[in-house]
């Protein structure tokens, strides 16, 4: 390590700079070593490299230390230890090239071979690296503003006021950084935890947890599903993110668009704990819903009357699909929809009972919402939040089939038209595989025991095939697995995604016709243009049962517009009144800060709306 001298604040500042890479080339650098870093180094290291990048670029400099000091923004003890864990890490390096006088001036400048780039190439590589980045980070703009305004932050264990009303330290700023670094193109972060955050930010665990809820204060993240351990079927635990894309923090950058925004009557829960509900009820009492196989038609029937008619006060299925009138009426859909969780039920049965997927699934007493004496306004006040509870362990699983839902739908043209039309679609296997979620999902393996039944099998029937036999096994049993997956992907898109679509055709239909010329040519481009836009349902905390809410985003806005659809009853239930699917009104409004945190498109803690 070479010893970094104290310099005279009154030396000359001297720069050996490459002219040919001009400053719209420092993101670039800055991002290429950042991918490279990634755990490596302190969250003042992380800092340095940020401000050295953004001041110096490629460049050389021999400011004293005392002036570095106040360009990087770290107080100039601190400094010296971070240069040296720079230049340890092989990120700067730090010579002495001067003679004479100027001997011991010590010269900082990028170290470009940690990043491989040499300065004969480094034009068209950073020329080559910007279009890649371009494609790989969607919100590169909004990581350039944040960048540029690094200028603003300095360490300090006070926030600093960067902008009215907001109100940034450099620990948020990072967090902030690595959110944005691996969100898509509607804010949406997943597979982000604090993990992630720690090796990317060099922060400490209760550093990150006041960040995360800094930034929620100051409107940079509109909402998040809790992360969660012992999940049912999927082995992420990371929270999900939706980030605030038209924060007035991102000035020209920012991205609007259109928040839809589902209202539910009460009582009302989401699909996946409505589905939770009923196998647990069907596992603790089957000899109350089914006494013989030939009673196996009248289990739905019987579902549907418990607890006070429960699923059909918050049906399983919303949308009225698109039938023969014989099978179209509520009772029928509704039965027709339990026996299909019965289905399903009944085939995650068969899994091997050592095998832990489903068993996270099933809920305690006053998680089900078909046990007696259940209040669901109350479960949040009597029960303490766990990352194991219910609360957080469905409420992401919720969540990431939400996105893998929207996902299929927003790529899939003609699934989501047959679904705006009320057909009663279902996600086949090549949609559900097109994901590419199974990193997401629990590893299937079939037990050791069950590996000796397969053998046992086979050599009484003389066969010897064994991992052949097992690989088929195992490829039925991960089959069952998706299509009760994609099951519940189904119910997510008859019950909100399909609601969604009916506003924004709606709407869309307004803008089409308001925008389009009175000319034939005009009305014939309005009706055949068909196009299938892209969204996404937000996530959210998993005890929000009123809101589910939509983002569409439009990088031609320059506001964001919001659309309240209201689900509604047509009669109160009252003895002898007939169920019946909902009615839907909908209309724009304009929400206060109340009303947004009351959606779930803000933090309960934000303190403004940042717009």
């Not at 990028?110 to 790989?136: F, G, H, P």
Request: proline share 4%; glycine share 4%; aromatic share 10%.
């Amino acid at each position: 390590m070479i010893p970094l001298p104290e310099m005279q604040v009154n030396e000359v500042e001297v720069f050996v700079v490459e002219q040919k890479i001009s400053e719209q080339h420092f993101l670039t650098l800055f991002m290429a070593f950042y991918q490279r870093v990634d755990g490596q180094l302190s969250a003042y290291a992380f800092w340095a490299l940020i401000t050295f990048i953004r001041n110096f670029g490629v460049g050389s400099t021999s400011l004293p230390l005392g002036e570095l000091s106040k360009v990087i923004g770290i107080q100039v003890k601190k400094l010296r230890g971070v240069l040296n864990e720079l230049e340890q890490q092989g990120i700067l390096k730090i010579d002495f090239p001067e003679t004479g006088q100027r001997s011991r001036v010590r010269h900082l400048k990028l170290n470009l071979t940690y990043i491989r780039l040499d300065s004969a190439t480094s034009i068209e590589w950073l020329e080559n690296s910007n279009k890649r980045m371009v494609r790989q980070i969607p919100l590169l703009k909004l990581i350039q503003t944040l960048f540029i305004k690094s200028d603003g932050i300095s360490i300090s264990n006070s926030p600093i006021k960067i902008e009215i009303d907001c109100y940034l330290d450099y620990r948020s700023y990072l967090v902030l950084l690595r959110l944005l670094y691996s969100a898509d193109s509607f804010g949406i972060v997943i597979g982000c935890g604090i993990g992630e955050i720690e090796q990317a930010t060099g922060l400490k665990k209760q550093s990150i947890y006041r960040a995360i809820q800094q930034l929620k204060e100051m409107g940079f993240i509109r909402s998040q599903a809790d992360g969660a351990i012992r999940n049912s079927f999927i082995q992420t635990e990371s929270p999900i993110y939706a980030l605030n894309l038209s924060h007035q923090f991102w000035e020209d950058a920012a991205i609007y668009g259109k928040f839809y925004i589902l209202k539910y009557p009460q009582p009302h829960v989401f699909e996946v704990q409505k589905v939770a509900s009923i196998f647990t009820l069907l596992d603790q009492k089957t000899g109350l819903f089914l006494t013989n196989e030939n009673e196996n038609l009248e289990v739905g029937f019987k579902l549907l009357k418990h607890i006070d008619h429960y699923l059909m006060r918050d049906p399983v299925c919303w949308m009225q699909p698109l039938l023969h009138e014989k099978n179209n009426h509520f009772n029928a859909v509704q039965s027709a929809e339990v026996m299909k969780l019965f289905d399903h039920y009944l085939e995650l049965k068969k899994l091997h009972p050592e095998n832990p997927l489903s068993a996270a699934f099933y809920l305690k007493p006053h998680e089900n919402i078909l046990k007696d004496g259940v209040a669901l306004d109350s479960v949040e006040c009597t029960q303490p939040i766990k990352l194991s509870g219910m609360l957080n362990r469905l409420g992401l699983f919720q969540s990431l089939l939400e996105q893998w839902c929207c996902q299929i739908y927003s790529q899939n043209k003609s699934l989501f038209k047959m679904l705006r039309d009320a057909n009663p679609v279902v996600i086949d296997e090549e949609s559900f595989e097109r994901l590419g979620c199974t990193d997401f999902l629990y590893p299937y393996s079939l037990q050791a025991t069950q590996i000796n039944r397969i053998g046992e099998d086979l050599t009484q029937k003389n066969e010897s095939d064994k991992n052949k036999s097992v690989t088929f096994r195992l490829k039925v049993e991960q089959s069952r697995v998706h299509q009760f997956l994609m099951a519940l992907m189904d119910l997510i898109a008859y019950n909100q995604i399909y609601f969604f679509q009916q506003c924004m055709r709606r709407h869309s239909d307004i803008d089409q016709k308001l925008s389009a010329t009175k000319s034939s040519l005009g009305r014939v481009l309005v009706n055949s243009t068909e196009i299938v836009t892209p969204f996404r349902i937000l996530p959210r905390s998993f005890i929000q049962n009123t809101y589910s809410c939509c983002f569409v985003p439009d990088q031609h806005a320059e506001t964001n517009r919001y659309f309240l659809s209201e689900l509604a009853f047509q009669e109160p239930f009252q003895d002898g009144t007939r169920f019946d699917f909902p009615t839907q009104q909908i209309t724009e409004t304009s929400p206060t800060l109340a009303e947004l945190k009351d959606y779930g498109l803000l933090h309960h803690h934000c303190l403004s709306l940042f717009e």
